[in-house]
């Protein structure tokens, strides 16, 4: 009886170790793993600045407004302007009158604009005006360079902006005037769009182009390409149509004064001939004989010779 107990006993005991030996291997599979670590973003530090604000909290998030000389800044980027408010949570700056955006290579002035520093963009609406500052990485460049030239930088003004400071990509629209001038040329030219690319340095306008020189030239074109770039400036029209380049015509009356061939006789400085009678013979030949002229005479009245007629031969005389 004793024995039969124990060997039941030995049986549950094995059943329990087989159960135990199951859960065990349940549990290591279900066993949750370590979440992946988290790449911490990159933080960014906006200043404000300005002679007055209020911060207040509402449903869009903190808000603060400023008031007179007011400056935001990120990075290389700054923002002037006399009343604009920023959202804490969004990053986004409102600006209701007029405002000035200046990083190292742009100046970007308009009636009204708003900044979203989270993704760098800035929007400016109405009479916006670009100014594109020459970069002079090369003081060495050639002195038929045109940047090296440059008078003033580059202006283009238009009525909608919309600029990115990180990728510096600019797309402009609405009554569009591209000028750019050196010492020798200054360049006009309007389009329906342009974009400008502050990496490359290349402004492309596109759509009803027209351009106009200092040096009398005028056209159309679909499509121009002003790379500004130094020791690369160049200006380039795609698709021209009605072309023009003016000439002014001589006064009437004047007569040009060219250099005379040197191979040719009779020829002298003023295009005035020399006379004939003071030709140079050429070596080697003999000047032709002039024609000889006598002056008329009157006819005289014959006269009896005095000298006897020469005898003829065999005759007498």
Not at 43 to 57: C, P
């Amino acid at each position: 009886m004793i024995m039969g107990q124990t060997k039941q006993i030995r049986v549950l005991g094995a059943g329990a170790l087989c159960v135990l030996f199951a859960v065990g291997a349940i549990a290591q599979v279900t066993r949750p793993t370590a979440p992946p670590p988290t790449t911490a973003k990159k933080k960014r530090l906006i200043y404000t600045d300005g002679d007055y604000y209020r911060q207040e909290q509402t449903a869009q998030g903190t808000i603060r407004t400023l008031r007179g000389n007011v400056k935001i800044r990120s990075e290389e980027t700054v923002l002037t302007t006399d009343l604009a408010t920023y959202n804490e949570q969004t990053g986004v700056a409102t600006s209701p009158g007029k405002l000035k955006v200046e990083d190292p290579d742009n100046t970007l002035i308009g009636n009204t604009g708003t900044a979203f520093y989270k993704t760098r963009d800035v929007k400016i609406r109405d009479a916006v005006t670009i100014v594109i500052k020459p970069r002079r990485k090369n003081q060495n460049a050639p002195e038929s360079s045109s940047r090296r030239n440059f008078k003033d930088p580059v202006n283009i003004t238009c009525t909608k902006l919309d600029y990115n400071w990180r990728t510096k990509i600019a797309d402009m629209t609405g009554d569009l005037t591209f000028k750019q001038a050196t010492k020798d040329l200054t360049r006009t030219v309007t389009a329906d769009r342009a974009i400008y690319d502050g990496n490359t340095e290349t402004l492309t306008l596109i759509d009803n182009v027209v351009y106009t020189t200092n040096r009398n030239e005028r056209g159309k074109a679909r499509k121009a390409i002003a790379v500004l770039k130094e020791g690369q400036e160049e200006f380039t029209v795609i698709k021209p149509h009605d072309t023009v380049i003016e000439i002014e015509d001589e006064e009437e009356g004047a007569s040009p004064n060219p250099t005379p061939n040197p191979g040719t006789p009779g020829a002298r400085p003023g295009n005035a001939p020399i006379p004939p009678a003071t030709l140079p013979a050429d070596p080697g030949t003999t000047p032709p004989a002039q024609p000889a002229t006598t002056p008329p005479t009157t006819p005289q009245p014959a006269t009896p010779s005095t000298n006897p007629a020469p005898a003829l031969p065999g005759g007498t005389p």
